[in-house]
Structure formats: structure tokens, C-alpha cells
């Protein structure tokens, strides 16, 4: 499977403790972008990423979350302390490079906090 | 017909039927525009994209059509069948790599 791999798929946490998702891109893939999704919304940007760089986290709140994408492994988003409004559908995509190429989408980690 | 629900609005569409989607987008700077499907329970699914020196573009069974006069985008489904049932989404881009995404659409193929 070449495609945009997600894990888990769905995770549940209680107030308070700490979620990570995990990204695997697309084969060839280096660009990195993880939204966020409410029930019945559109997707909403949350940050960008290229190995070892964050390039754009203009849309991830400052505190409690942060992102990585090393150079060996996975990128990782995680949400310290987590809160009821955090549960949503989280969604990574890729791209071969970030100018204007199609971003393809994996199939999401629905988070609930409880 | 098309109708605004409590979130989404819904299109409803017979079998065999053609299906319009529309999306105004926001930035006359776009120039970039993707539609994506999503079905329940799964991540958006790419099916079209158009550049704003194009005003249509085809695939197969559907035609994105773009107005850049207007800032508005559709989605032409042909032969809609019940697989095309989903919630349709269109991104703009601007500048490099932000998509921003509309509010979404859901189709609903009546039998």
C-alpha cells in the first residue's frame, strides 16, 4: 500500500493525558501536512512539515500541541494534557513537494477525549 | 433538490442522473483549486484539480468548472451512481501549499 498511512485510526484518552498520532507519507513523499476536521466541518490547517523542519505552524494553537517529522520514522502530532474540544478527526497528507502539488490524504485518527 | 441542513448542505440526486456541486471560494489570489470526496468514516479522496489558466477541466465522469470572475467552482458528476454518495469538498490554494478548505457538500443518490 503506497499510500498516506495513519495510526491509529482511532484513540481514546481521558482529560489530561497525552495523544500522539502518527503519519507515514506516501512512498517518495517528504512534505507533510496535518489538518484538523469537527463533525460536519471542512478540514482546517494545522501545520506543515519537511523532514526535520517545521515550515508553517501558523494554524496549530500554541500551547499543548506540536509536531515533528524526523529523518528516520514517521511524523508525529501530539497534544499534551488533552481537553474535550480537542476530539476530532485528525488528518495527515503529503505531498512530493510543496508547491502547489496535490495533497493526498490518509485516512484519519479520530480522537476522543473523554 | 438542494437543500441547507442543520450543517452540510445536501443534494440530493437520482440514479443515472447528472450532478452539479458548487463552492464559492474566498481569495481572488487562488490559483490553485482541488475537489475531494469524502465518504464516511474515511479521509478526502482527490478527485480533480484545476489551475486558474484553465476555466474547465475533464476527468472521467466528472468536469470541474471554474469562474474566476465570480469566484466560483462546480463539480459535474455524470451518471451519478450510488458509490458517488459522499460529502464533496473543494480546497483553494493560494501562494504555495495552505489549502483552505470549503465547508463541504453532501450528495445523497436516490435509487
Given at each position: 500500500?503506497?499510500?498516506?498511512?495513519?495510526?491509529?485510526?482511532?484513540?481514546?484518552?481521558?482529560r489530561g493525558?497525552?495523544?500522539?498520532?502518527?503519519?507515514?507519507?506516501?512512498?517518495?513523499h517528504s512534505?507533510?501536512?496535518?489538518?484538523?476536521?469537527?463533525?460536519?466541518?471542512?478540514?482546517?490547517?494545522?501545520?506543515?512539515?519537511?523532514?526535520?523542519?517545521?515550515?508553517?505552524?501558523?494554524?496549530?494553537?500554541?500551547?499543548?500541541?506540536?509536531?515533528?517529522?524526523?529523518?528516520?520514522?514517521?511524523?508525529?502530532?501530539?497534544?499534551?494534557?488533552?481537553?474535550?474540544?480537542?476530539?476530532?478527526?485528525?488528518?495527515?497528507?503529503?505531498?512530493?513537494?510543496?508547491?502547489?502539488?496535490?495533497?493526498?490524504?490518509?485516512?484519519?485518527?479520530?480522537?476522543?477525549?473523554? | 433538490?438542494?437543500?441547507?441542513?442543520?450543517?452540510?448542505?445536501?443534494?440530493s440526486v437520482?440514479?443515472?442522473?447528472?450532478?452539479?456541486?458548487?463552492?464559492?471560494?474566498?481569495?481572488?489570489?487562488?490559483?490553485?483549486?482541488?475537489?475531494?470526496?469524502?465518504?464516511?468514516?474515511?479521509?478526502?479522496?482527490?478527485?480533480?484539480?484545476?489551475?486558474?489558466?484553465?476555466?474547465?477541466?475533464?476527468?472521467?465522469?466528472?468536469?470541474?468548472?471554474?469562474?474566476?470572475?465570480?469566484?466560483?467552482?462546480?463539480?459535474?458528476?455524470?451518471?451519478?451512481?450510488?458509490?458517488?454518495?459522499?460529502?464533496?469538498?473543494?480546497?483553494?490554494?493560494?501562494?504555495?501549499?495552505?489549502?483552505?478548505?470549503?465547508?463541504?457538500?453532501?450528495?445523497?443518490?436516490?435509487?
Amino acid at each position: 500500500n503506497a499510500g498516506v498511512m495513519q495510526n491509529p485510526r482511532h484513540l481514546v484518552r481521558r482529560r489530561g493525558q497525552e495523544a500522539r498520532l502518527r503519519c507515514s507519507p506516501m512512498k517518495g513523499h517528504s512534505h507533510v501536512y496535518w489538518y484538523r476536521q469537527l463533525p460536519e466541518e471542512g478540514l482546517k490547517f494545522m501545520v506543515y512539515l519537511q523532514k526535520e523542519n517545521i515550515i508553517d505552524e501558523s494554524g496549530m494553537p500554541k500551547e499543548r500541541f506540536s509536531a515533528e517529522f524526523p529523518k528516520e520514522g514517521p511524523s508525529i502530532l501530539r497534544i499534551q494534557q488533552v481537553v474535550r474540544g480537542d476530539s476530532a478527526a485528525y488528518f495527515c497528507a503529503s505531498s512530493a513537494s510543496g508547491t502547489q502539488e496535490t495533497q493526498y490524504f490518509g485516512p484519519g485518527t479520530r480522537l476522543l477525549v473523554l | 433538490g438542494e437543500s441547507v441542513g442543520l450543517h452540510l448542505p445536501t443534494l440530493s440526486v437520482q440514479e443515472g442522473d447528472n450532478s452539479i456541486i458548487n463552492c464559492a471560494y474566498s481569495n481572488s489570489a487562488s490559483d490553485y483549486f482541488i475537489w475531494y470526496k469524502q465518504e464516511s468514516g474515511k479521509g478526502p479522496q482527490f478527485i480533480i484539480d484545476i489551475r486558474s489558466n484553465m476555466d474547465k477541466r475533464q476527468g472521467q465522469r466528472v468536469t470541474v468548472l471554474l469562474n474566476k470572475t465570480v469566484k466560483h467552482l462546480s463539480l459535474q458528476i455524470a451518471a451519478t451512481q450510488p458509490g458517488d454518495s459522499a460529502v464533496y469538498f473543494c480546497a483553494e490554494v493560494s501562494g504555495t501549499y495552505k489549502y483552505i478548505f470549503g465547508t463541504g457538500t453532501r450528495l445523497k443518490v436516490l435509487a
